[in-house]
Each structure stands twice: as structure tokens, then as C-alpha cells.
């Protein structure tokens, strides 16, 4: 027998959640066949089989806490596989239910969670169709699916759960001091392991960090101009699209080069100024939000940028980032206005002590002059920083330095 252990993570890594199982009881692997997705504070992990056999035994369950080392499975190298590839019941299980079965004959209840039920298992889905309804308590025999091929997808589930419930006549009240809060309808989702490390890490950074932010606004006139002549070639050129990103790194990285303590860290009474320039870019998943980073970007081109962008962001909406890609960092840019946010105060990125926030571009009358108006492209821009080492002074030069980079991008070539 062959036993399959939580394999070692990442440094700061100690346990994981079991999302689903990817094989059944019963079932013949072969050896570097995904078997289970595990759950981490920061990404979903695929576990492998080592060696190749039949699934022998799970000894958790999807939900169930796991640290690294445990054992959660058990691979029979000389067994062979059953023809249904589920658990078999025991002799004397089987007869106890049979014989509960004669001397009860009213149906079982149902239980509260039907959607990992054997049932379910046979079914077609993808596995983020199965986690969303493991964790609304969805049955996945009642979610009807468009695609031609009968598979359930996420969008299933969600148009599922968005159908309005049979509305149950509510009992008579017992008397007139009931409270209506017991007839309103609510709902209970119990948060995934990363939804509760994001939500720690960000309460944890507004209680230990001196966080402040401070505003300014972009005049993005010359960006646009300059991909509207050269969006076309440069994407023959590079397969990639000129987006804002890669302008707004290049700032961040010119403007970090001009003011360091925003690229530091602090630890203990040290203050630790990095002299490399990794810079996380947060992205929105349905899962929540992911900063993956994009290593030494002061020496990549725009086209470099984009292309790690594009690849870092494929990669989290696809769950399918490496706890590689998302470790480190040095600063922080989050663009908010993707989803039409006109002004915010980005959370900082502990331990790192700046993040910068993108927003709509706005058409806006903007004064040329003291008689003269025109309407510009304007986006507000939003610098949050740990007032622990970085003074105000520098924090407001710093987001001077960017807008001044960005209305005339010119510049972003000849920082070195």
C-alpha cells in the first residue's frame, strides 16, 4: 500500500483545506495523475499520485483541514479497479441497510449538503461548478446546464441559485411577540480558507501599518494618443496588447528609483531598502484577490510587461498560479477602475509599505488656463503608504513623479 501525504507547500505554508477529490474510490490512477485539489491560504494546489494503482482508501474529506505530511489517501499498487470506480460497502453495511430499509419504510430525510452525494460524483461538472455548490449546499442533479456536451459549469450553479425558492407558508405565529426576523430568509456560506486569509492579512496591515493615502490626477491625453498610434504595431510585433499597465509600472519603477523607502520593508527596528524591483499586480478572481508578481520588471520593455501581465492574469482566473508566482513583492499596483471606481484608498500589501490605485478614466472640463477649458481623459491615482517610514513629503513627491512620467510618457524610455 502506498500512502499519499500533503506534500511540502511553501515556507510560510503549513496546511491546506480539501477542496474535491479529482478520483473515486475504486478508481486506477497513474502515476503524476492529479488526485485532489488542496486549498492553501493563497492558492489551490493540485496533489498528485506518485505511483500508479487504485485508490485503496480517502481518509479525509473534501472541507476537512489538512497539514503537510498527512496522510489523506492510500493507493493499492496491485489492485484492480472496480467497474462503478466508487467505495464498496462492507457485507455488513450492506445488510444493515437493507434491513433498515424493510423495517422503515419512509423515506430518509434529506440531508443539508446533497451535493457531494454519490450522485452528484457520476455527474458531469468542472470543478468549480462542484465547489460552488459544495459551498452554497446545492444538489447538482437539480442545476440544468447549456452546454450541448451536459457538463455543469459555474454559470450553471450560479443561474441556479439565482431562481427565485419555493416560498413555504410560514406556520401560524403562537402568539403576537415572535419576531419577523424568524420568518425572513438568510443565508450561510462559510468562507473559503483564502477569503479568511485575505480578510485577516488586511485587518492585520490596517492595525500595524501607520497607513495613510494620498491623491492626485493623471491627464491621460499623451498615453492614449501614444497607444492609439502604436496599439496596432506593436501588437503585430509583440503579440501582445499595449494596455495601461506597462506605462503605469514603468512610472512606479522610475518613481521608486527617485524615492527607495517606498520600495522597502520594515523588520524589527531595520528598515530594509530593496535595490530589485518585483511588483505585484493585483487581480480579481471568483475566488477573491491575488497579487502575482511580476519579477524584475525594471528590466523588461513594455511589451516584456504586458506579456508577463497577461500571463500572471490568465493564469489566476484559471486557478492555476504557483504559490512561485504570487511570494514576494516589493510594491504594489491595484487598478480598480477596470471595474468603475472613480476614487479609493487601497489596503496595503504587507509587508511591503506602498500601493498605488488606479482609476476610471474620467472625460472631465480641465483648466488650460486661466480663460480656457478643455474636456480631457482624466484618471485619479491614489498612493497608500506606511507613514512609519515614509513621510508625507516623499509620499506626495513620489505621486507627483508618476503623473508627471505619465503625461509625458516620453520619459518612461529613458529611465534607466
Known amino acids: 500500500m502506498i500512502e499519499i501525504k500533503v506534500p511540502e507547500l511553501a515556507e510560510s505554508i503549513t496546511e491546506g483545506t480539501i477542496a474535491q477529490w479529482l478520483k473515486e474510490v475504486g478508481e486506477h490512477v497513474n502515476q503524476g495523475e492529479y488526485i485532489a485539489e488542496l486549498e492553501t491560504d493563497k492558492v489551490n494546489v493540485e496533489i498528485i499520485a506518485e505511483h500508479s494503482g487504485v485508490i485503496k482508501e480517502f481518509t479525509r474529506e473534501p472541507g476537512d483541514t489538512v497539514e503537510v505530511g498527512e496522510v489523506i489517501a492510500v493507493i493499492d499498487e496491485t489492485g484492480t479497479a472496480s467497474t462503478a470506480g466508487t467505495k464498496e460497502k462492507s457485507p455488513s453495511t450492506t445488510e444493515k441497510t437493507d434491513k433498515s430499509e424493510k423495517e422503515v419504510p419512509a423515506a430518509k430525510e434529506p440531508t443539508a449538503d446533497k451535493s457531494e452525494s454519490p450522485a452528484n460524483e457520476r455527474l458531469l461538472a468542472s470543478p468549480a461548478a462542484r465547489k460552488l455548490a459544495r459551498e452554497k449546499g446545492i444538489d447538482l442533479q437539480a442545476v440544468q446546464t447549456t452546454d450541448p456536451t451536459g457538463r455543469i459549469r459555474k454559470h450553471d450553479v450560479d443561474a441556479h441559485q439565482s431562481k427565485p425558492a419555493p416560498q413555504a407558508q410560514a406556520p401560524q405565529a403562537a402568539s403576537n411577540t415572535s419576531s419577523t426576523n424568524d420568518t425572513k430568509p438568510v443565508e450561510r456560506i462559510k468562507m473559503s480558507r483564502r477569503r479568511q486569509t485575505i480578510a485577516k492579512r488586511l485587518v492585520e496591515s490596517q492595525q500595524t501599518a501607520a497607513m495613510l493615502t494620498t491623491f492626485n490626477e493623471v491627464d491621460m491625453s499623451a498615453v492614449m494618443d501614444v497607444r492609439k498610434r502604436r496599439k496596432d504595431a506593436f501588437y503585430d510585433k509583440h503579440g501582445v496588447k499595449l494596455g495601461f499597465m506597462s506605462f503605469f509600472t514603468k512610472a512606479v519603477i522610475g518613481a521608486l528609483k527617485e524615492f527607495p523607502l517606498l ?83 487601497p489596503i496595503l500589501n504587507a509587508p511591503q509599505v506602498g500601493i498605488l490605485g488606479m482609476h476610471k478614466i474620467q472625460w472631465r472640463p480641465v483648466a488650460i488656463d486661466q480663460e480656457n477649458f478643455e474636456n480631457r481623459p482624466m484618471m485619479y491615482i491614489a498612493l497608500s503608504y506606511d507613514h512609519r517610514i515614509v513621510d508625507g513629503k516623499e509620499a506626495v513627491s513620489f505621486l507627483v513623479r508618476i503623473k508627471e512620467m505619465l503625461e509625458d510618457p516620453e520619459t518612461l524610455l529613458l529611465e534607466g
Open 263 to 345: 520600495n522597502a520593508e520594515i523588520q524589527g527596528d531595520e528598515i530594509v531598502k530593496k535595490n530589485f524591483y518585483d511588483i505585484g499586480v493585483a487581480v480579481s478572481t471568483d475566488d477573491g484577490l491575488v497579487v502575482p508578481v511580476v519579477r524584475d520588471a525594471d528590466k523588461l520593455g513594455f511589451a516584456g510587461i504586458e506579456s508577463e501581465i497577461s500571463e500572471l492574469g490568465k493564469k489566476a482566473r484559471d486557478n492555476k498560479l504557483g504559490l512561485s508566482d504570487l511570494q514576494g513583492g516589493t510594491f504594489t499596483i491595484t487598478n480598480g477602475g477596470v471595474f468603475g471606481s472613480l476614487w479609493s484608498t
